[in-house]
């Protein structure tokens, strides 16, 4: 459970970071009032807003109300509305009286009033949603003025909970803002405490701190023992932003010293994952306690720099010298662990610290890799220890019939978006491994929709156009979006391959949900008779019925469709006879039904549910097979309910008798509690590789085990010699509930990591946008390399081209040269602090 909390505090806490990264069109979170009667009168218990009351007409009120326009989409993320009230000329009441409009911002909390604030400290979008966290997190962020009141602080704290302590120069700013975010997230797990007070900030610090810059010391305070004893601070070496923020508090939270019994290759540590080298004290038996204060003393040098693992010789048969006393993992790929024998602890944070040291051996080892190399006949250069990468270099050559896909600009994006019904754009980079893999099945998808009407299939190179990307709110590689004009765009959110593609782009050309006018329509559209868009594809169809006094379920179910569109089949039916329609499936209005099989299965549901959230989730959960075959694509769809999984292994096809009982025990009561399934080996090689895990070797086939993946781990596997019958299954179901059943195997608590951690590919871009120009003769301030391989369109030599780039790869940092066609060099700039895999 901590685990899975510490997850989804990371991911918040990234998702916060992207939203406040990205240029937001504030006007679209800015609700509005007509009258202060009105706003008051809607307020809801539990839900908070920030109003400013305004008079119909105040020029003056200009810029600040582009702030507040501006910060809107902000604090929707901290469940705060920020709503404008138009005050009638007359009304002189508290909030529109002349001394109080546009000199003041009320916060509501439900009807009450929490805090007022003059307009003029809302100087900014930074300002605002410091100020308004500040004051939500009145109770949560301690603020203290002086040396006393932090110590009293402290040693409440002292082995209960950890304390941050923060000092910004004045309230307001971006620092200001970038802590309060933090606190909004962190403040249940640590103490938040905050001063302005620069004298309090010299009192705490041994040195001679800058107090024009602000500060974050992180208290080590929970595994204090004793009153008199200190709380150990660390503080944050960057500079105060929410990111550096979460990356410190990840680093504080990770096990000062790690043991590892295995081999260090595969060690993968929060401190690799963030950027960070890791550093091993290789020890023995005979001096484990010695090498184990060393590495506790170690560690507390290099909090926040370095991580610190104790690798035992004993548990680990290690290939090098048996003098070597210390290892050194880098984050950088390729770069191979560097075993060392160092005098003492001062060398060993040397090493860390010290760059060129590191740099050094890095750059020693690469030229002996590199003599290697060139003695091998065989040139395995292009193999990669990621497979999409390794897919994409081993491809590179291969030039990509493109010649179907539209190459748009920041010249001809808004006209081309005019020229289809519906225009499908894939944002991509030319130099990313996943983006170029993507490319391939959008090129296979060119093939096989073309000729379709109403369908216009266009690419944009974000590395080429990054002002269009960033204009049109691209948050990662690769991203592929449906146009349609009056419409905000669709957004793909499932697999890459080209079945899915196609589906999602033919789907989202009808209307979701579909509006049917007719019984007899309704009728046909549960029998499978779709329009000719839908003919092709075989997915269930799930038909909405409500009757004039559902119009809530209504409203909800045509949003959820919104949010759908290109994923289900939907259909709606409300016209007077819909209470026929429903009655004849046993559901009353609103309910749903779902045709299953070409209409030849059609089950009633009831909807108790309005909501927009619970209606898609429902929708979602309902679209699953009773007893599925798990695939690839299919199962993170499964594993997302939490529940065990029933599953059949089978080489090939079940048999029918197998079927019938399984799916009988998929229909009985017990389907509530777990997922009863069924894995294809034929079809899902995979499978042979879960099995060796679960078993160290393939047992024999059909298997039916018990796995619960979110509990433990266990796996129970079915005795072999009974026959797969409801009867026997339920009764080997009772004995493993009652603990009457021996796991046969149980599954490690490591995590399923990728290979190699993520790249933040957008923020390794980020430094280097506003200096760039994507327009021919404009002077670039740096020259990345070409992209490895080339562009795989072949230079993009399609029907409709891009503009001629300027000069040749070759001519690295000739004046005027403009930047298509280049990429960035990963392995050169900024690594540290770019890779974070866990944020």
Not at 123 to 134: G, H, K, P
Not at 617 to 646: H, S
Not at 733 to 750: D, N
Request: proline share 6%; with cysteine.
């Amino acid at each position: 459970m901590p685990a899975q909390k510490d997850r989804w505090v990371s991911s918040l806490v990234f998702l916060l970071f992207c939203a406040s990264s990205i240029p937001q069109r504030g006007s679209s979170s800015l609700q509005q009032e007509q009258s202060p009667q009105h706003y008051v009168s809607g307020l809801e218990a539990g839900k908070t807003s920030l109003a400013f009351f305004s008079p119909s007409v105040s020029p003056g009120a200009q810029p600040f109300l582009e702030h507040v326009e501006s910060s809107a989409e902000a604090l929707q993320d901290y469940g705060v509305s920020v709503v404008k009230v138009n005050c009638p000329k007359e009304d002189v009441s508290r909030y529109c009286g002349k001394e109080n409009a546009l000199r003041k911002a009320f916060l509501f909390r439900g009807n009450r009033l929490i805090r007022e604030f003059p307009t003029d400290a809302l100087f900014d979008v930074n300002s605002i949603v410091a100020n308004v966290l500040f004051a939500l997190l009145f109770n949560e962020v301690k603020y203290v003025e002086t040396l006393a009141d932090l110590e009293n602080i402290e040693n409440v704290l002292k082995g209960k909970s950890n304390m941050v302590f923060a000092y910004v120069p004045a309230t307001g700013t971006a620092e200001h803002r970038a802590v309060m975010e933090a606190a909004f997230v962190y403040g249940t797990i640590h103490q938040f405490v905050l001063t302005t007070e620069a004298a309090l900030l010299k009192a705490t610090s041994y040195d001679d701190p800058d107090v024009s810059s602000a500060w974050l010391l992180f208290c080590h305070c929970q595994q204090v023992t004793e009153p008199a004893q200190a709380c150990r601070r660390t503080a944050l070496a960057q500079p105060l932003t929410l990111l550096n923020i979460h990356r410190h508090l990840k680093l504080m939270g990770a096990p000062l010293v790690t043991e590892v019994a295995e081999d260090p290759e595969k060690i993968s540590t929060v401190h690799l994952q963030l950027g960070l080298p890791l550093v091993f004290i290789l020890s023995q038996k005979e001096t484990y306690e010695a090498d184990r204060r060393t590495a506790e003393f170690v560690a507390w040098q290099l909090l926040g720099k370095a991580g610190v693992a104790l690798l035992s010789r004993d548990l680990v048969e290690l290939n090098v010298l048996q003098r070597s006393n210390v290892a050194l993992k880098t984050p950088d790929e390729g770069m191979p662990i560097q075993y060392l024998v160092l005098e003492d602890t001062d060398e060993v944070i040397t090493l860390v610290e010290d760059k060129n040291k590191v740099k050094q051996i890095q750059e020693d080892e690469q030229e002996e890799e590199e003599e290697d190399e060139d003695e091998k006949e065989n040139n395995n250069q292009d193999i990669q220890d990621d497979q999409v990468v390794e897919a994409v270099s081993r491809d590179k050559k291969r030039e990509l019939p493109l010649e179907q896909i539209l190459v748009l600009t920041e010249e001809n994006f808004h006209s081309s978006l005019s020229e289809a019904a519906r225009t499908v754009v894939l944002f991509y980079a030319s130099w990313e491994a996943v983006s170029l893999a993507v490319l391939r099945s959008y090129s296979e998808v060119a093939a096989r929709l073309q000729g379709t009407p109403g369908v216009l299939l266009s690419r944009v190179n974000c590395w080429d156009w990054p002002g269009l990307c960033s204009q049109e709110n691209v948050t990662h590689f690769p991203s592929l979006r449906i146009y349609q004009e009056g419409q905000q765009p669709v957004t793909y959110g499932g697999m890459w391959g080209t079945e899915e593609l196609s589906s999602f782009i033919l789907l989202s050309q009808v209307s979701c949900p579909l509006k049917l006018a007719t019984l007899d329509e309704a009728e046909g559209y549960l029998r499978g008779e779709f329009p000719s868009e839908l003919s092709s594809h075989h997915h269930t169809s799930l038909l909405g019925v409500f009757s004039s006094a559902s119009s809530k379920a209504r409203e909800a179910f045509e949003e959820a469709g919104n949010i759908l569109s290109g994923h289900v089949r939907m259909g709606m039916y409300f016209e007077d006879d819909a209470l026929a329609l429903s009655q004849k499936y046993s559901v009353s209005p609103p309910a749903l039904l779902l045709a299953r099989s070409g209409g030849r299965s059609v089950e009633g549901i009831a909807l108790s549910e309005h909501s927009v959230q619970d209606m898609v989730q429902m929708i979602r959960y309902e679209l699953l097979d009773i007893f599925p075959e798990i695939t690839v694509p299919n199962l993170p769809q499964y594993l997302q309910l939490g529940k065990p999984f029933l599953i059949l292994f089978n080489a090939g096809d079940i048999s029918q008798g197998e079927s019938k009982e399984m799916l009988k025990l998929a229909k009985g009561r017990p389907q509530q509690t777990f997922v009863v399934c069924w894995l294809n080996l034929k079809k899902t090689p995979v499978g042979y590789g879960i099995l060796r895990t679960y078993f160290s070797t393939t047992p024999p086939l059909p298997l039916l085990l018990w796995v619960n993946l979110h509990a433990g781990g266990q796996v129970f596997r079915f005795p072999s010699e009974q026959s797969l019958t409801e009867m026997n299954i339920l009764s080997w179901l009772e004995k493993l509930q009652a603990g009457l059943e021996i796991p046969s195997s149980t599954l490690s608590e490591e995590d399923w990591k990728p290979p190699l951690p993520a790249y933040d590919f957008l923020q390794m871009m980020e430094p280097s946008v506003p200096e760039l120009s994507p327009r021919p003769g404009d002077t670039p301030a740096q020259h990345p390399p070409n992209s490895p391989g080339g562009d795989p369109a072949g230079g993009d030599s399609g029907a409709r081209e891009e503009p001629a780039q300027e000069g040749t790869a070759g001519e690295g940092g000739a004046p005027g040269r403009g930047l298509r066609g280049t990429a960035p060099r990963l392995a050169a700039r900024d690594r540290q602090g770019k890779r974070h895999g866990e944020l």
